[in-house]
């Protein structure tokens, strides 16, 4: 049988990576451009398709063995292949991305945003392998997520399902979120959610001496926090055991709407898992409604960090059903 | 073409109803017995049975041009055809209902919880007729729910999905929950929730007089409340306005799950509409993501409240997949 191949796409606001994958999960040959290579996005698409097209050559796979083109790109749409409303790339919304690829590559293309993405990839390659049912939860600059229910991608009535990040906490501090609302989980969970805890663990507790403290407030990252936390800083397990207590409660709630069989971290700050965790499942297990009790796991993502962005897109040629 | 029909049953703890449904949505022929005829469930099956053979005999109707019976009961789960663990039904939990009628009926069986079955009558004859992603949230003794996505009933893993009256709310006032916990929506836009924001109320405010003072604190229920509030009593007309905000700000974080088109109210709370429906409508658009604004329909049940259980149980039958 002819081996068939999948193109993914991961466009974001630096840099743009793509790769061609087999139907194992491997990138069999990869490469990337700068996202800010124009300021024209029709002469970007064009750029970036020509590389593409080069690189199918390089590897000698013709586009007859490619299935299709899936790209993660922030807000982008699945249900209308459009961009919608991103701030963070060089182009203004909406931008048609689905259409302006087919016509560059020759080939289908499906769009998604990059935590949908992301779960797809998960689903195919990674810890959720073989689940029907699962919510994966990206842990970055942001908090994103995507659900799965049923062995599909929930997109909703116009591709904006799975927001979880917009989700209220419950016990908020007022913590603005860039929405314009307050208290959104992303403000707890995502990089600048941890320093915020942190920087509010010190200011709380001035008799306890962190390593936190030797930098400035303006320039501490959530890396720090967790370097901090390796080297037993009680302020940084502190700051990461309230990230998981605030995680739990959140997840405690996601359960009752669609009974997950698995919860995936995912993203920059889930690589402090070993300190999020412990506080993530006893919180969760604690506030969580009797039906779901001790029956949903927890777990880090199962895909190389480097690697998922390209995976996830081209995983996305995979999923049953039509897109836009 | 020769008329199809579908058989739908509601077992109520006092009573069963059923009723034979045609694909119009028109009720041909229906009956009722009491749940509690026997305490021995197989004992209970066999009679249910035999009722219905003899209303299809009567209606004459053959089980040929049936295609399958719809059951909604309390905590019966799609997934496994079983009911779980009811407590307010007079047999020990659990109950294998599906295999049990089948054997009666020599027809195909679903059953669902409550919440579900209306939420698929909604789908199929009521207001959310051609909607492919929706929420249905029932006012009753509790708070249950039904969610539809990409025109599919929830289910979740283990069948428990969509029970978002479990979903905790943001400022909650302690009250304590049938489940365990604390604050749970269901304690606030039940029926019980109104007489307690009712009784809060009274209390809060000693100057203001209310026909709600004529009735003891222990006497008083939501219909009093309504009454009241037709009456334009102050504190009945601000007891929905609170429940009304609840559910509003409740709703904007489950549109982040789900993306639905529309949110639509059942049950007996949900009779008080007028008096709910505009501090709801204002709370949830004040407290929503931006992507969702102004997008999502509230809307009450398009099903006569007498019908409901019976409709919805019969289009079970008519939903696309498999169950158990």
Redesign the interface.
């Known amino acids: 049988m002819i081996q068939k191949y999948s193109i993914g796409i991961d466009i974001g606001g630096t840099n743009t990576v793509y790769g061609i994958v087999n139907t194992r999960g491997d990138i069999v040959s990869k490469g990337s451009m700068s996202t800010t290579i124009s300021d024209n996005v029709i002469e970007y698409t064009k750029l970036l398709g020509r590389a593409i097209k080069e690189m199918m050559r390089r590897a000698d796979i013709s586009p007859k063995r490619v299935v299709g083109v899936g790209i993660g790109a922030p807000c982008a749409n699945f249900t209308t292949g459009v961009i919608e409303a991103a701030t963070d790339l060089p182009w203004p919304s909406p931008i048609p991305l689905k259409d302006l690829m087919e016509k560059e590559l020759e080939l289908p293309v499906r769009v998604t945003n990059d935590a949908n993405a992301a779960t797809i990839g998960e689903m195919y390659y990674g810890s959720a392998r073989g689940?029907?049912?699962?919510l994966m939860i990206t842990l970055g600059t942001g908090v994103g997520s995507g659900?799965v229910?049923?062995g599909?991608l929930?997109?909703?009535?116009?591709?904006?399902?799975?927001?979880?990040g917009?989700?209220?906490v419950?016990e908020?501090r007022g913590r603005l979120c860039g929405?314009?609302?307050k208290d959104c989980l992303q403000n707890y969970a995502s990089a600048k959610g941890v320093v915020l805890t942190a920087l509010d663990m010190m200011d709380e507790n001035q008799d306890i001496p962190s390593l936190m403290r030797d930098i400035t407030r303006e320039n501490l990252t959530a890396k720090d926090v967790y370097e901090a936390a390796l080297k037993g800083d009680t302020l940084a397990l502190r700051t990461f055991e309230y990230t998981g207590e605030v995680l739990g409660?959140s997840c405690?709630?996601?359960a009752?709407?669609?009974?997950?069989?698995a919860i995936i971290l995912f993203g920059g700050v889930a690589g402090a898992f070993e300190f999020i965790y412990p506080a993530m499942r006893r919180a969760m297990e604690e506030?969580i409604?009797?039906?779901?009790r001790d029956?949903i796991r927890i777990l880090r993502s199962g895909l190389e960090a480097s690697e998922a962005a390209v995976l996830g897109a081209s995983a996305l040629v995979w999923l049953p059903g039509k897109a836009s």
Chains 1, 2 share one sequence.
């Open positions: 689940m029907a049912n699962f659900i229910c049923n599909q929930l997109t909703g009535s116009r591709g904006f399902a799975g927001e979880l917009h989700c209220s419950r908020g929405c314009g609302r409660r405690a709630d996601f009752s709407f669609s009974d997950p069989e506030n409604l009797h039906l779901y029956r």
